[in-house]
């Protein structure tokens, strides 16, 4: 499967489920309330502190099976892989849902300030999740499978029909059957298992057929454990970094305030979803020119991935940034809400947009083997981070939260890519800063600025008209960015000047 396809099938899907979500969400609180959809904000925390134990697990598998698929492992060599990482997910994931639903009363009654919901009700809730979570885990072997075989095409149609089946399937239980999270949770727990389910069949079908009987095997785990626990604690470390706003205010909020941030935090944090798709394209095809030490096609391939990742997010996340209240209100359609939160919408987006370019960088780290240099990173920033988020919330209240996670983007960019150039692709820094960030950002907020100058937020103004404008808005700010990309423009022009 080339990496163009699977580029242009992880955006469709990326876009088809942020879309999904987008629409639903709004019905999810007037279905549930706003309390209940906080106890969804605290299945994603329980989530990042799951990958906390993935040490390392999840990059591993998708590193080894992209070098079976250049042939550089056999097919036993990766077969016994995947079942040695079967066995570890296994244990790892009944230990895990386990201790959350031992200790669902704890979690309710001394860490979520529950103010409306019944008690009874919110721990049965925990419970249901702790079996999700099992299920999400389990799910993270497969799926890294299988994108590590470049059969993403096929990931993603999967997410787009089991997310369609998922969302309108979970309203109709809302409304028909009863309008409460327990329902909610019980038809999401189904949706996931079936889903896990068609992955295995799909990864049975996708590695040919072989007499030889697969076992767990302690030389797979000799092999890979130095890079597995780079990345272990670079997975730990940026977990908790990234999880830690939620984390810090959900004890210390109310859980309908903590709602308020998780709504927020959709919309901040959505610009991942053009980032993601991007990463999991190019992942593979590093690790393979990486590994043929093709260092030619290599560089060329390091700058128009990073270039073609600062196109598709920063000007996207410049007009998420300057017109976070007008998208939130035409979303919501709650103006009280939207004062609220859009400052905290547009903060949380400029930290993603950092995050975003050194997605790209990173890719290359994992691809080379080394997992050393973010490991240590992440342990530096999180001793720093925790206290300043805790005296900063206590002291300035929410809107600090996404503040530290700008700040902490912003050293990654400034001082983890300079010290990475260093040993890998050495003369290609400054080329790194200059033609892949630096002239698309600046020409990207120039055009974005102008665009707000002309376009003023206004109640009275009709919602399709200022979709318009906004949609305009972004096109301009993208096609500016395109003409500056050293990599795309001259691509670019030419399609201009066959299509006139």
């Known amino acids: 499967m080339s990496v163009k396809k699977n580029i242009i099938a992880n955006y469709i899907g990326k876009a088809l489920l942020t879309i999904l979500s987008i629409v639903f969400i709004p019905i999810y609180v007037k279905y549930l309330g706003i309390e209940s959809y906080g106890l969804i904000g605290i299945y994603t925390i329980l989530v990042s502190m799951m990958m906390l134990v993935d040490v390392g697990m999840g990059q591993t598998i998708v590193r080894e099976v992209a070098k079976y698929s250049a042939n550089i492992l056999t097919l036993e060599e990766i077969t016994d892989t995947i079942k040695t990482f079967r066995y570890l997910y296994l244990f790892i994931g009944i230990v895990f849902a386990i201790s959350v639903y031992l200790s669902s009363e704890f979690i309710v009654l001394h860490w979520l300030n529950v103010e409306q919901l019944v008690v009874s009700d919110v721990i049965i809730s925990i419970q249901l999740i702790s079996v999700m979570l099992f299920v999400s885990w389990l799910s993270i072997l497969y799926r890294n499978s299988i994108i590590g075989l470049q059969y993403q095409v096929w990931l993603n149609v999967s997410d787009v029909s089991f997310a369609v089946i998922s969302k309108i399937g979970v309203i109709l239980v809302l409304a028909f059957i009863s309008p409460t999270i327990i329902y909610f949770l019980m038809y999401q727990t189904i949706i996931s298992t079936l889903q896990l389910f068609f992955m295995i069949y799909k990864l049975n079908k996708i590695l040919p057929n072989t007499s030889y009987k697969s076992k767990f095997s302690m030389t797979v785990i000799r092999r890979l454990w130095k890079f597995a626990s780079g990345v272990a604690v670079t997975t730990i470390f940026g977990t908790l970094l990234s999880q830690a706003d939620k984390f810090i205010l959900s004890s210390m909020l109310s859980l309908s305030s903590f709602g308020l941030y998780t709504i927020a935090s959709v919309v901040g944090r959505s610009l991942g979803t053009v980032i993601s798709p991007l990463t999991l394209?190019?992942?593979?095809?590093?690790?393979?020119?990486?590994?043929?030490?093709?260092?030619?096609k290599l560089i060329d391939f390091y700058h128009k991935s990073a270039q073609l990742m600062s196109i598709v997010s920063i000007p996207m996340g410049v007009i998420l940034i300057l017109f976070s209240k007008d998208?939130?209100?035409?979303?919501?359609?709650?103006?009280?809400?939207?004062?609220?939160?859009?400052?905290?919408?547009?903060?949380?987006?400029?930290?993603?947009?950092?995050n975003g370019m050194m997605h790209v960088p990173y890719s290359l780290q994992l691809s080379a083997g080394w997992s050393s240099l973010s490991a240590k990173s992440n342990v530096i920033l999180f001793f720093i981070t925790i206290p300043l988020l805790i005296i900063s919330i206590d002291n300035f209240g929410m809107i600090a939260a996404p503040l530290v996670w700008v700040v902490v983007n912003l050293v990654y960019v400034l001082i983890i890519v300079s010290i990475m150039h260093k040993k890998l692709l050495i003369h290609e820094k400054w080329n790194w800063y200059r033609y892949d960030i630096f002239y698309i950002l600046i020409v990207s907020i120039f055009s974005g600025l102008v665009a707000r100058y002309f376009i003023e937020f206004n109640l009275d103004i009709n919602k399709g008209v200022l979709l318009f404008e906004i949609f305009v808005s972004y096109t301009i700010v993208l096609l500016g960015a395109v003409l500056v990309a050293s990599k795309y423009r001259d691509k670019f022009l030419n399609i201009l000047k066959k299509g006139i």
């Open 281 to 296: 394209a190019i992942r593979p095809r590093l690790t393979i020119l990486y590994e043929n030490n093709d260092e030619e």
């Open 327 to 354: 998208i939130l209100w035409i979303w919501t359609n709650d103006i009280i809400m939207t004062e609220q939160i859009y400052i905290i919408v547009s903060l949380l987006v400029s930290g993603t947009v950092l």
